[in-house]
């Protein structure tokens, strides 16, 4: 069996987002700024609201990318200045493309407001090639029941496919450049092997328990939060699960074809040059990239 290298495992970021909610951050971190095609990945909480506590992302713009949400737990509402109005619900996935420009809220719904609760979920963030960068902006709110999964042979491997094929199941969501992100559940005692295209980037970010992985370079012990980077080469992934486990291992793996182009980068833009960050920010100030309406 031909399994790919490990070119780096590191800790994941903990700091705040938005109007102030807790984020679990593996990059942009200072000696890893992306992750080519990706720009961030922030793990949002888990973290349980009191009634009225709720905190989300007020309104903000963005040009050059995309954002992928995919909310576990929660109740959301997203709003921009393209009159696009969506809900995420636990299992929702929202995987919109800025493109040419908009402004954005991602807040807590009023009844998730009320009520309060456990909100946890991700968002990730997609550069786009200079050819659609200011493409027209476009959303794909896709619900829980809609994403497809996929079950192991042994049953001990549960996936969800939210981007990209696996185990003959292709998700229903589009992508501007090709894209796989699979959430992993093992249950203890499962051993898979995934199969990954050599030229995608690939990483692995475990969020809820710890585990092992076969590699090149032998077996190695994944714990919660370390985002695990390939080498882009041959060979596929292969998970293990100790049956003596406690806890289930659940994971994140995600992958694409790199960009390979300049990248300039300002807040919520990403562009190609500094030039059209300025002119990001211009368009921006001047309103041309709209407001929200109730």
């Given amino acids: 069996m031909n399994l790919r290298k490990v070119k780096t495992i590191r800790p994941s970021l903990k700091t705040m987002e938005g109007g102030g909610f807790p984020v679990r951050r593996p990059f942009p971190v200072q000696d890893l700024i992306q992750l080519d095609p990706f720009l961030l990945l922030d793990e949002m909480g888990p973290v349980e609201y009191q009634p ?43 995987w919109m493309t800025a493109g040419s420009g908009l402004v954005h809220s991602e807040l807590p719904s009023d009844q998730f407001q009320k009520s309060g609760g456990r909100m946890h979920g991700f968002q990730l963030w997609v550069n786009l090639p200079a050819s659609e960068k200011m493409s027209q902006p476009r959303y794909q709110d896709t619900p829980a029941e809609r994403i497809p999964e996929v079950e192991s042979e042994d049953h001990k491997t549960k996936i969800r496919v939210i981007a990209g094929e696996v185990l003959g199941k292709k998700a229903v969501i589009e992508t501007k450049i090709p894209i796989l992100y699979f959430h992993f559940r093992l249950l203890p005692g499962a051993d898979i092997t995934i199969p990954v295209p050599e030229t995608y980037n690939v990483f692995v970010y475990p969020f809820s328990g710890d585990g092992v992985l076969f590699t090149e370079e032998g077996q190695i012990q994944v714990k919660e939060g370390d985002m695990v980077w390939f080498e882009r080469d041959k060979g596929d992934i292969r998970f293990f699960l100790p049956e003596n486990s406690r806890k289930e291992w659940e994971f994140l793996l995600i992958g694409g074809v790199p960009v390979e182009e300049p990248v300039a980068r300002y807040g919520p833009f990403v562009m190609n040059t500094q030039e059209e960050i300025y002119q990001a920010f211009s368009d921006f100030q001047a309103g041309r990239m709209g407001t929200i309406h109730s």
């Fill in 52 to 94: 009225g506590k709720a905190i989300g992302a007020p309104e903000h713009p963005h040009r050059g990318f995309e954002t992928v949400t995919y909310l576990l737990t929660g109740e959301m509402e997203h709003r921009d200045s393209w009159g696009n109005y969506g809900k995420l619900k636990s299992g929702d996935v929202q």
